[in-house]
């Protein structure tokens, strides 16, 4: 078997080299490639296509988050894990919602780093001891809730994203041309599919998925 290609994006040197030679004891595990910041990072993965990438979120030019989300768009088979000081449920909420394939504190990365190449190289989603289970859980109903959001359809999507804008029946019927009548029927179906019954919920739901972006 080919070994998986990590490359490893982190602004501190004396770190990246910490985890090149834990890396180096893994096997079936190779380090082909390493970045100061994430604009640098953001280049080797185009031009190297590894399979895991290991990215720190505090960096210069280009943050890790502003990263991840570039490289999950683009590069969507490539797994990335979230290696960072900040262990806040904050943190690890925002990196797994962003798309990221793992979290882990760096001061668990020495027990860990094994285990969650392994785990996201199965397609699995890896998050350290250290993180509270009802992150996982969080993470996962929006996972869940982003499913009945592609399951609607584009007129649906069309009047929920509206609907979270505030917009009444009439406006709404209005904005796109048709009956309110109309825009009742998707009303009620967006109620039953999404099992949602009030304006506010949908605002959430809406949220949530990404639907509606809050400034």
Excluded: W
Excluded at 44 to 53: G, H, I, N, S
Excluded at 149 to 155: H, W
Excluded at 161 to 167: K, R, V, W
Excluded at 178 to 189: A, L, N, Y
């Amino acid at each position: 078997m080919n070994p998986t290609r990590v490359l490893l994006v982190d602004d501190h040197a004396l770190v990246r080299a910490g985890i090149r030679a834990l890396i180096g004891m893994i096997e079936g595990a190779e380090v082909v490639g390493e970045a100061g910041d994430g604009s640098e990072g953001l280049r080797l993965v185009e031009e190297m296509l590894p399979d895991v990438v290991l990215l720190d979120i505090t960096m210069p030019a280009t943050s890790g988050f502003a990263a991840l989300q570039e490289i999950t768009t683009r590069f969507p088979a490539i797994r990335v894990i979230m290696l960072t000081m900040h262990e806040s449920r904050e943190y690890a909420i925002q990196a797994l919602r962003g798309g990221a394939a793992g979290f882990i504190p760096k001061s668990a990365a020495s027990a860990q780093l094994e285990e969650a190449i392994a785990t996201v190289m199965r397609g699995k989603t890896y998050v350290s001891s250290e993180t509270p289970q009802d992150i996982v859980n969080t993470v996962d109903k929006t996972a869940q809730q982003k499913d009945l959001l592609k399951g609607l359809t584009p007129r649906q999507r069309e009047i929920l994203a509206l609907i979270a804008e505030g917009q009444t029946t009439k406006k709404i019927a209005c904005t796109l041309n048709i009956s309110t009548k109309t825009v009742e029927s998707h009303r009620s179906q967006l109620n039953e599919r999404l099992d949602i019954h009030d304006v506010a919920g949908l605002v959430r739901f809406a949220i949530r998925t990404g639907l509606m972006k809050m400034e």
